[in-house]
């Protein structure tokens, strides 16, 4: 843990940025985009449902690889000795895993040779996640989390319009979608590992009886458990309507295929804006005060507003301001959420493994959250049900994160009222 309180300069930030957002590109823009094209089953009546639960359940399989692979490789990392870092060497290996499985991906035919190519997409990202999130706590004093945070979350919503946009605008079939994803990754979190630094930690370490366990051996702190699981509640909820939005628009509006593409970059777009809108200024807000726990929580119901506007009048024009409304609420989720996670670590030596629970329950939320959606357009040939389940998850997580004690040495006295 940075016990210090030196910080970090700009460079260090604007690496930091660039590699989550090479992560959150090659993860989201498949999970919009790629794979409901290549799953996609237009035809005779009530054909497309199959597209829909298909899809669920390759991105529910990858999730499941990733719950496993972030935090185990946080903890191997915590424990890694060599001359080229800790965090480092995972983050690379881990960044040419997820290129070369997108290759198999783009490559693939059929739903299971495509979930097994996507599963090691999925281990890749889990990895080189739990790598750069280890940098918050291991680098950043508590007045720089927020802003570390907000870069990360930011990052999510512009990197699906990068994705996104560069496929559609550009024409890209689905293999070269895939190809393109697999040479960003790769030079991009090569290069951003290598130069952000990695110091060794403190020559004075826990007993090595101390430091053993599983992965989930944090989880047994009751604070740092309500984070992890009010963290995964609320993406699943963020996931249901924003992973499902192309089948949304052909199927829930009506609109031909290569109309419901260009809306849904539309919709992105408008999403995007108003996640960093909200993630820079609360992640702001959070390290002026140090008070977490209830921007986490307000974020979250401001998300489970946005289901309820698509419920009330389904239209583009309502879908749109949905957007609007779920960007403003999981930008800020995103953001305090992870800064109140790593003021909440218990083992100080264990910032890989732990953050890597962190960042993993937002990833699973984000890959579980198609598999449970598409079960219940299943269950009732539609949407609503979606929505509405959408709407309780997503409070019910930020209630969910409320139950966890605000960390005492993060609060600290508003400026603005001296």
Request: with cysteine; net charge positive.
């Amino acid at each position: 843990m940075n016990t210090t309180g030196a910080k970090v300069g700009r460079a260090w930030f604007v690496l930091f940025t660039l590699a989550w957002l090479a992560i959150w590109t090659v993860q989201l823009t498949p999970v919009q985009l790629l794979l409901p094209d290549q799953l996609d089953t237009p035809g005779g009546a009530g054909t497309w449902v199959y597209g829909v639960v298909y899809s669920g359940i390759v991105l529910g399989v990858g999730g499941l690889a990733g719950v496993i692979a972030g935090p185990l490789s946080g903890a191997l990392s915590d424990r890694t000795r060599s001359r080229w870092g800790r965090r480092r060497p995972w983050a690379v290996g881990a960044s040419w895993l997820a290129a070369a499985c997108l290759v198999l991906t783009g490559l693939a035919e059929g739903p299971w040779p495509i979930g097994l190519a996507w599963t090691g997409v999925s281990i890749g990202i889990a990895v080189a996640s739990a790598a750069f999130t280890a940098l918050i706590a291991d680098q950043l004093p508590e007045s720089q989390r927020g802003g570390a945070s907000a870069a990360a979350s930011s990052s999510q919503a512009v990197g699906i319009v990068l994705g996104v946009g560069a496929v559609v605008l550009l024409g890209l079939t689905v293999l070269a979608g895939y190809l393109t994803l697999a040479v960003f990754i790769a030079v991009v979190g090569t290069v951003t590992a290598a130069a952000l630094p990695d110091p060794q930690p403190d020559a004075v370490q826990r007993p090595a009886r101390e430091r053993r366990g599983v992965p989930w051996e944090s989880l047994r702190d009751r604070d740092f458990a309500w984070v992890v699981a009010g963290r995964f509640v609320t993406n699943v909820g963020n996931a249901l309507p924003t992973t499902l939005f192309l089948f949304f628009l052909m199927y829930g509006l009506g609109e031909k295929k290569a109309q419901a593409e260009d809306d849904l970059l539309l919709v992105i777009v408008v999403y995007t804006v108003f996640v960093v809108l909200a993630s820079v200024l609360a992640g702001w807000r959070s390290d002026r005060t140090g008070a977490r726990r209830g921007l986490t929580v307000l974020s979250a119901l401001v998300q489970a507003l946005a289901a309820i506007v698509i419920l009330v009048a389904p239209s583009l024009t309502t879908t749109m301001v949905a957007a609007a409304v779920l960007g403003v609420g999981y930008g800020a989720f995103s953001t305090v959420g992870l800064a109140f996670a790593a003021d909440r670590l218990p083992h100080p030596d264990d910032h890989a493994r732990d953050l890597g629970l962190v960042n993993t329950s937002a990833a699973l939320g984000q890959l579980v959250g198609p598999l449970v959606g598409a079960g219940l357009v299943a269950l009732v040939g539609g949407f609503w049900l979606l929505l509405i389940v959408s709407t309780v998850l997503s409070a019910a997580g930020g209630l969910i994160s409320g139950l966890a004690r605000e960390s005492r040495s993060s609060r600290r006295p508003d400026p603005a009222r001296r």
